[in-house]
């Protein structure tokens, strides 16, 4: 689901996109059986770079809307890692929004995601050593980007930025408002990271092949159904053209016999 945005500089690169790979989701602990019913679980949600970068580079901040039910339900992140942590014991829909710097975007982006706190029935019981883990894999795409932008983060690992063209001149960059008072905003280091769901390209390469061979395989027994179709209606065919020549025979029997009887009755006719 590529995402487009509108950008709000006065120079804009045209025939141009960047995409900013993200991953978003949560990760759930059971707390074990001696905690409380309705603080069964801590879970954290959030916005990451898909490969762990820092984000912060592109979003200013991201505002998690949780259910009503939790006191200060609306919360800001103002910096990144962009995540929240709670305790609760309920599943329910959460809205996030990006808000991205000036350079960037004018324009908020909207994403949706369904807090998972229990293991599907085929991933075995509740566990206090193994979390529940849901993300999701997206890329922000941003066309025709304004110069700025490209220019802060031309070598930053987060974006990806198409080869431009020889004639274009970029201007000096500019930091981000507030960046002496960033904290670092990677991922890499989170004491969840060994959790986080591997989204680099030689995995999605695994995962395209993985799906291929799963789409070909079903191709071909979709082409086996279709050939022993084929083979059933031959032979349909070849039983249709043998009962029409047996009809055929049969009619000619029934004429000859037809004649034979004629004949006879004649005979005998004539003999009395």
Same mark, same amino acid.
């Given at each position: 689901?590529?995402?487009?945005?509108?950008?709000?500089s006065?120079?804009?690169?045209?025939?141009?996109?960047?995409?900013? *790979?993200?991953?978003?989701? !949560?990760?759930?602990f059971?707390?074990?059986?001696?905690?409380?019913e309705?603080?069964?679980h801590?879970?954290?949600?959030?916005v990451? &770079?898909?490969? !762990?970068?820092?984000?912060?580079?592109?979003?200013?901040?991201?505002?998690f809307?949780?259910?009503?039910?939790?006191?200060?339900?609306?919360r800001?992140?103002?910096?990144?890692?962009?995540?929240?942590?709670?305790?609760g014991?309920?599943e329910?829909?959460?809205?996030?929004?990006?808000?991205?710097?000036?350079d960037?975007c004018?324009? *908020?982006?909207?994403?949706?995601?369904h807090?998972?706190?229990? *293991?599907?029935?085929?991933?075995?019981?509740l566990?206090t050593?193994?979390p529940v883990?849901?993300?999701?894999?997206?890329?922000?795409i941003?066309?025709e980007?304004s110069?700025e932008f490209?220019?802060?983060?031309? !070598?930053?690992?987060v974006?990806?930025?198409?080869?431009?063209?020889t &004639?274009?001149h970029?201007?000096? *960059?500019?930091?981000?408002e507030?960046?002496?008072?960033?904290?670092? &905003?990677d991922?890499?280091?989170?004491?969840?990271v060994?959790?986080?769901t591997?989204?680099?390209?030689?995995?999605?390469?695994l995962?395209? #092949?993985?799906?291929r061979?799963?789409? !070909?395989?079903?191709?071909?027994?979709?082409?086996?159904?279709?050939?022993?179709?084929?083979s059933?209606?031959?032979?349909?065919?070849?039983?249709?053209?043998?009962?029409?020549?047996r009809?055929?025979?049969?009619?000619?029997?029934?004429?000859?016999?037809?004649f034979?009887l004629?004949?006879?009755? #004649?005979?005998? &006719?004539n003999?009395?």
């Amino acid at each position: 689901m590529d995402q487009k945005m509108k950008k709000v500089s006065n120079k804009k690169l045209k025939d141009c996109e960047v995409s900013v *790979p993200i991953a978003y989701g !949560n990760i759930a602990f059971w707390l074990g059986k001696k905690a409380s019913e309705y603080q069964s679980h801590r879970w954290t949600v959030y916005v990451r &770079g898909a490969t !762990n970068e820092d984000l912060g580079v592109v979003v200013k901040r991201a505002v998690f809307q949780l259910h009503s039910s939790f006191n200060n339900p609306t919360r800001v992140i103002e910096y990144p890692p962009f995540e929240l942590s709670e305790c609760g014991w309920g599943e329910f829909e959460i809205a996030i929004t990006l808000y991205f710097h000036t350079d960037v975007c004018d324009k *908020p982006l909207s994403l949706y995601h369904h807090l998972k706190l229990y *293991p599907e029935d085929d991933s075995g019981p509740l566990s206090t050593k193994k979390p529940v883990v849901v993300e999701s894999y997206d890329e922000v795409i941003f066309s025709e980007p304004s110069d700025e932008f490209i220019s802060r983060v031309h !070598n930053h690992p987060v974006v990806i930025i198409p080869r431009l063209s020889t &004639g274009i001149h970029l201007p000096v *960059p500019v930091p981000v408002e507030n960046v002496e008072k960033r904290k670092k &905003g990677d991922t890499k280091d989170s004491h969840l990271v060994q959790w986080f769901t591997n989204f680099s390209e030689a995995d999605e390469l695994l995962k395209l #092949a993985a799906a291929r061979q799963q789409v !070909n395989d079903e191709i071909e027994a979709e082409i086996q159904i279709t050939r022993q179709i084929e083979s059933e209606i031959v032979k349909c065919e070849e039983i249709e053209v043998a009962l029409v020549a047996r009809e055929s025979e049969l009619m000619k029997l029934v004429y000859f016999s037809q004649f034979e009887l004629r004949g006879l009755i #004649a005979v005998t &006719g004539n003999f009395f």
